[in-house]
């Protein structure tokens, strides 16, 4: 299975800006890809996904206007760009392949509809 390597976490002041990217070990062309952050004590959450050509993203309200989802299949990385920054954003960020089906976009924001995970980076952001 193909493995995740998450990087561009920091420490960054509210309204600032952040690049995330993860690192996949193969081909990850054909997967749909997502993006979970987890915050001390709260349970992970979506915050993006990807089809597999970068044509169609998704995100939550929450984030919506702020961060941009985007991929690199000939290098196998997707990045997640996060601008104005809000301490409600600090949380481990995760990305994570998605089970190829056909219903992926109907559950996106869930979970077990992905099968490979990175280990996460730390996004702190201080008011």
């Known amino acids: 299975e193909v493995q995740l390597v998450e990087s561009g976490g920091g420490s960054v002041q509210a309204g600032g800006s952040l690049r995330l990217s993860c690192a996949a070990s193969?081909?990850?062309?054909?997967?749909?890809m997502g993006w979970f952050r987890q915050a001390p004590g709260k349970e992970r959450e979506a915050v993006s996904a990807?089809?597999?050509?970068?044509?169609?993203?998704d995100y939550v309200d929450s984030v919506k206007g702020r961060f941009t989802v985007s991929r690199d299949n000939a290098n196998n990385t997707v990045s997640l760009q996060i601008n104005s920054l809000k301490p409600e954003d600090t949380a481990m960020y995760y990305c994570?392949?998605?089970?190829?089906?056909?219903?992926?976009?109907?559950?996106?924001?869930?979970?077990?509809?992905?099968?490979?995970w990175g280990q996460g980076t730390q996004v702190t952001v201080s008011s």
């Open positions: 994570a392949a998605g089970i190829p089906n056909g219903w992926f976009w109907r559950r996106w924001k869930t979970s077990s509809n992905y099968n490979s």
């Open positions: 193969g081909r990850i062309s054909s997967r749909f």
């Open positions: 990807i089809s597999p050509s970068g044509s169609t993203t």
